[in-house]
């Protein structure tokens, strides 16, 4: 009895102290809240808005920054031409017509990862992603050698075989471009929807099939239909990133005539003897209006609709049996692996031990490229400090991106929707023209605030560039989970952070996990920004390979490209097997 | 106007950097060493032989240079905006022509002062107080061995007109700053306005991807390149490439070396210049495919060079009507 009340009273010290402790905490919530707000939205009008506002003075000044010039309309007066309209025509097709394509392949692809018994699904998620990581120079160089019309291999292989004197692929052309860009936008896609693939409860299919649906309704009218903010985000990040797509057009279709705005505003920059800056910033803000349009219709697809399907109630992923045609869906992921991998890496695997790219003569054998390499002082440099960017930079920013995320999807707070257009705006905009505005925007700071001309100014760059694919891939999570979870944590007396790490981040860490890896490799292929950033002693891969590529060393350039995809390998692995197998239960 | 020219040169000397009055040599290098480094920015990305010429003055020196590689619009926007923002980072700026000339005219550089071995400069070339020349681009044709044989080779400029050629030729774009854009006003002023509407009728396939052109031609998926740059002759040795310089000669891209305005480093700079118009430090490019700025270097390079750089220098481009040859091309070459 006397333990009994001694225990009740300690009891009620606890709850009262909890109590007052929550009190001051509530306080702080308050005060801090608003205080918090304001900070997350100083840092993202630095981060956007700032490099946004020296491009529009650029679109809307007769000079660039630094200059006497007048104040006009003429860059965007100058847009409305013909020429104009067929190269906002040609990119808007091709960038609709890959990314339609490439959704549709993506999403067949994570089903069968996520969804079915096909065998070996764990290497297969490995391998279908390996395509995005590879600079996209290199694959264009390899596509160039396997698919030219004249003595591309695969020409000269169907015509060995066929006899004909035909041209079966032309890589350059429209369609070129299009396989080009491909390469990058299926496992872009992939990675954003097969984890919500994963996330899905089985029990609203299982309801569809007992209701009498078949296997392909159940698929549209439940599976795809839960996907839509997942496939919906993917598929605008995707077009846009298509509308921005810079080296498969310039590769592939500015030999034959194609032009996009990329090619175009490149042009305006770098081949004039007086680079238009303006008639470049005014093009890229018409392109950005564009695609703003794009994500106002997508806010009206997705509003007053739900796609929770992790709630409270525990479930285990459905796996559809597909039989013998597991051996089907099996095929049609190595099919995928030996086109958009195995051609272009086994060409540049190949090359990477002769003493030209596509020259494989006994006599040209050769381990100099490695050797080179290997003994290159800049290489080491730029590795060090890439990975340094990469590593701070993912993290970084998944961390804003999760935050952002998390006031734009579980939150009404006030300025919500600032942040989410805030964060949306490096996105919008083609990354050689915001490279300017970053260069711009540091460069005029007060030099007391050390960032131009350090790893600063590029880490800044990065965290800007990220924070759009951060804070959709951490959305698209969070819109998974219902809120009972989380008020049942908040319930139980969990604070906010708690909550937010113990169940929001716990049930969304694959996504994060994908997020680090897709930003971490984004930072490591970033060329348009750090090439404007750099300073002597801070250069990065992407600015070393560049001076590989121009100094007429493809083949170097090959060994730094498969030394990325080893490191891809290695993060891929360390992700899937490790952090989703022990965090993943935190 | 005399009273104008005498005015700039006062305001040059007035705004000249702080080395040492006299003008002693031995004193400018004393400096240099005492400032220990310098920032070099460059438009010529991933040289080798830039790097070797670098390498020996710091080994000659012991002055470290610090490089900064971008292409040449991307180093002329860097300087003009940190210049614009009073951060004077740079020393020796090293650019093609037309792109030191635009710079020069929008105040980004400042005088040397002297460099002894501009005296050793050689014609057509020359140096002003601010620019002096570093090295020559030359370009000419090149051919793949296994698809030209040596009695089709084009021995004129002219030759590539013949309709055997006719969507046979891979070329720089003529449209867009660079090689491509020398090739046009050379050609134009020598052979005028006609030459290029039969080539446009040849329907030359265009690609900026300069160093995998040159690859391309030489695997065989096209038999003719132009411009060719002859310092890129050097990577391809061993492939089935020969370059051809015709019977007029090559047009060429001078590249140039300048003071940047209030460099940290100018003494560092000047003994930098210096060096680099040294006959050593030329030979260096010219066994790689440039021509030397400087007398006495052509007769010292590797034989396979030396034939192709005795050639005649047919012409260069000129700033002032870049913009105008360029917006011609664009109608020509539709």
Known sequence: ?586 | MLRRSVLGLLAAGSVGPAWAQGDDWAKVVDAAKKEGKLVMYTASIGSVFHKAVIKSFEQKYGIAVELLEARASEVRERVRVEQSAGRFLGDVHHNGSTTTWLMNRDGNFQPYGSVPNTKNIIAPFSASNVVIPAEVISYCLMVNRNLVKPADEPKSWKDILDPKWSGKILSDDYRALGGGAVFFVVMYDTFGKEFHEQLAAQKPVFSRDLANSERRVARGEFPLYLPFSLQNYNNLKGLPIKPIVPAEGRPYVRFDLTMLKNAPHPNAARVFMNHYLEPESQLVFANAGYAPVVGGVVEKTLEEIRGLLATKAMGTTTPERQDAMLELAKQIYK
């Open chain 1, 1 to 586: 009895m006397g333990s009994a009340t001694l225990q009740g009273r300690s009891e009620r010290a606890t709850i009262a102290a909890l109590r007052a402790g929550r009190a001051s905490l509530g306080d702080l919530w308050r005060y801090g809240r608003p205080a918090g707000m304001t900070a997350l939205i100083l840092l993202l009008c630095f981060l956007s808005l700032y490099p946004m506002v020296m491009l529009l003075y650029g679109s809307l000044h007769s000079t660039p920054p630094g200059i006497p010039g007048t104040f006009n309309l003429d860059g965007y007066l100058g847009i409305a031409t013909t020429e104009n309209v067929v190269v906002l025509a040609n990119t808007i097709g091709l960038s609709f017509v890959k990314t339609i394509l490439a959704l549709a392949l993506a999403v067949l692809l994570a089903w069968i990862v996520a969804r079915t018994d096909t065998p070996g699904r764990g290497v297969l998620e490995v391998l279908i992603t390996l395509p995005f990581f590879i600079p996209p120079i290199l694959t264009a160089t390899a596509w160039a050698m396997l698919g030219n019309a004249q003595v591309g291999t695969i020409n000269l292989a169907w015509r060995w075989l066929s006899g004909s004197d035909t041209t079966l692929v032309d890589v350059y052309s429209y369609g070129g471009v299009v396989w080009h860009m491909m390469q990058y936008s299926t496992p872009f896609i992939f990675l954003f929807v097969v984890d919500a693939f994963r996330a899905m409860d089985p029990a609203l299919e299982e309801s569809s099939r007992m209701s009498g649906a078949t296997r392909w309704q159940t698929f549209w009218r439940v599976t795809f239909a839960l996907m839509l903010p997942v496939t919906t985000s993917a598929f605008i990040l995707s077009f846009i990133r298509g509308v921005e797509s810079f080296e498969s057009a310039v590769f592939f279709g500015t030999p034959v005539g194609i032009e996009v705005i990329t090619t175009t505003i490149y042009h305006s920059i770098t081949q004039r003897a007086q680079p238009d800056y303006q008639s470049a910033t005014a093009l890229s803000f018409a392109a950005l209006a564009l695609m703003f349009l794009l994500l106002v219709m997508q806010n009206r697809l997705l509003r007053g609709r739900s796609f929770t399907t992790v709630t409270g109630k525990g479930y285990s992923p459905n796996i559809t049996r597909l039989g013998r045609l597991r051996w089907v869906t099996f095929g049609v992921c190595i099919l995928f692996f030996v086109l958009t991998v195995a051609l272009p890496i086994g060409q540049l695997l190949l090359s990477s031990f002769f003493k030209f790219f596509g020259f494989y003569q006994a006599d040209m054998l050769t381990f100099d490229h490695y050797r080179s390499v290997w003994e290159n002082s800049s290489f080491w440099r730029a590795f060090r400090n890439t990975m340094l960017l990469g590593v701070a930079g993912a993290t970084a920013t998944m961390a804003l991106g999760g935050i952002v995320a998390y006031v734009t999807t579980r939150t009404r707070w006030r300025g919500r929707r600032l942040i989410d257009i805030l964060a949306w705006l490096p996105w919008m905009m083609p990354g050689m023209v915001l490279g300017i505005g970053f260069l711009w925007g540091f460069a005029i700071l007060p030099h007391q605030i050390p960032i131009y001309g350090t790893l600063w100014a590029l880490l800044l760059a990065y965290v800007a560039l990220g924070t759009p694919v951060a804070v959709r891939v951490t959305s698209a999570a969070y819109q998974q989970i219902a809120t009972d979870i989380e008020e049942c944590s908040r319930v139980h007396g969990a604070g906010w952070w708690q909550t937010l790490g113990r169940i929001l981040i716990a049930l969304a860490w694959p996504a994060f996990a994908v997020g680090w890896v897709l930003i971490f490799f984004g930072i490591m292929r970033e060329l348009s920004a750090s090439i404007l950033l750099y300073a002597p002693g801070t250069e990065v891969l992407s600015v070393v390979m560049l001076k590989m590529w121009v100094g007429g060393k493809p083949e170097e350039v090959s060994v730094v490209g498969l030394v990325m995809l080893v490191l891809v390998l290695l993060f891929r692995w360390v992700q899937l097997k490790v952090i989703k197998k022990r965090i993943s239960t935190l």
